[in-house]
């Protein structure tokens, strides 16, 4: 009996560790391809999960996240017979376990020799510099490509990058003189066209410094116009106000006169009232009579008394 014992114990044991051995447990974003008797029996999802010993078997186990495919460089040659390197970076998720694990054998390296083929055959239509300035072209039909080839293996392409492109060295110099001379070209026109707007700047500067001094000048003149024309009308003024002056006296003088008796001076001043309507003429020339001149001297005194009041 003891030895019975000893074997159930034994048994039991072995199931227990048969049991636990055939349970699983799915972790997040990954799937479990289960073959029954050498078939596809089923898809395990995320949680706790059990085979059946010795029936069952986990065939693959595929992680359902996006993944990363960095190629190394790649011997492309161009439409103008350039060759250069191009190193490819895939990204790509597992959509359908089935498809991945039944589609293709070794799926990773039948997708770089699928991306390898299809970069040479794009950049073999593109010449150099379209391969150098069209990378967004290249992406988008690489892309395209790849996702419809990888269907029947349950893989969707997501994303490809060209991470580099490495031309032949003697290509890099040639493009580096090119860059090199087409940034002197464009220094040269920036630094003309800045001479330029100098030039027209201090030209500008200059016209309007010309006019402000000719309006400036214009302006002073006019002002001493004005002052010479306010002086002239001022001493015209006092010259006519002197001349009334000496009119009134002489007024007041003959009236005096006249009222005592007319006699030579009386005669005198109207000679020299005769004068002056005479001065007030055309006439260029006066001769004055030698018996008058003394009048003249006192009237002229006179005028002179007034100016300087």
């Known amino acids: 009996m003891p030895e019975l014992f000893i074997i159930l114990g034994i048994v039991a044991v072995i199931l227990f560790i048969i049991i636990i051995s055939n349970i699983s447990v799915v972790q997040q974003s990954q799937a479990y391809v289960i073959e029954r008797l050498g ?10 999960h059990m085979k059946i010993p010795f029936i069952d078997r ?12 960095d190629y190394p460089p790649q011997p492309v040659i161009t439409k103008d017979n350039v060759t250069m390197q191009i190193d490819t970076v895939v990204y790509f998720q597992i ?16 997708m770089e020799t699928l991306t390898a083929t299809t970069l040479r055959n794009i ?22 490509i790849l996702d419809e080839a990888t269907d029947p ?35 040269a026109i920036l630094q003309a066209e800045g001479q ?19 309006d400036a000048e214009k302006q002073a003149a006019i002002l001493k116009a004005e002052a010479e024309q306010q002086a002239a009308i001022l001493k015209a003024d006092g010259e006519a106000q002197a001349i009334l002056a000496v009119q009134k006296a002489l007024a007041d003088s003959m009236a005096l ?8 001076q009386v005669i005198k001043l109207k000679s020299i ?6 001065a007030d003429g055309k006439a260029t020339k006066i001769i004055i009579p030698s018996e008058m001149q003394g009048l003249v001297g006192m009237a002229n005194g006179l005028v002179e008394g007034v100016k300087e009041k």
């Open 39 to 48: 078939a596809f029996h089923n898809i395990w999802g995320v949680g706790l």
């Open 58 to 69: 986990i065939a693959r186990r595929v992680s359902l996240k996006e993944q990363v495919l």
């Open 95 to 110: 959509t359908d376990p089935k498809l991945y694990a039944y589609g293709v054998e070794m799926p990773m390296a039948a």
């Open 123 to 144: 950049i073999g239509d593109l010449e150099l510099d379209q391969t150098l300035t069209s990378r967004d072209v290249v992406n988008t039909k690489m892309r395209a």
């Open 153 to 187: 293996w349950g893989i969707k392409v997501n994303r490809v990058e060209l991470k580099n492109i490495l031309p032949p060295q003697d290509i890099q110099s040639s493009m580096e003189k090119q860059m090199k001379a087409e940034r002197d070209r464009r220094q």
């Open 196 to 214: 330029k707007k100098s030039a027209i700047l201090i030209a500008e500067g200059e016209r309007e410094a010309a006019i402000l001094k000719a």
């Open 257 to 264: 006169l006249n009222e005592k008796a007319p006699n030579d």
């Open 273 to 278: 009232e005769a004068m002056q309507k005479i």
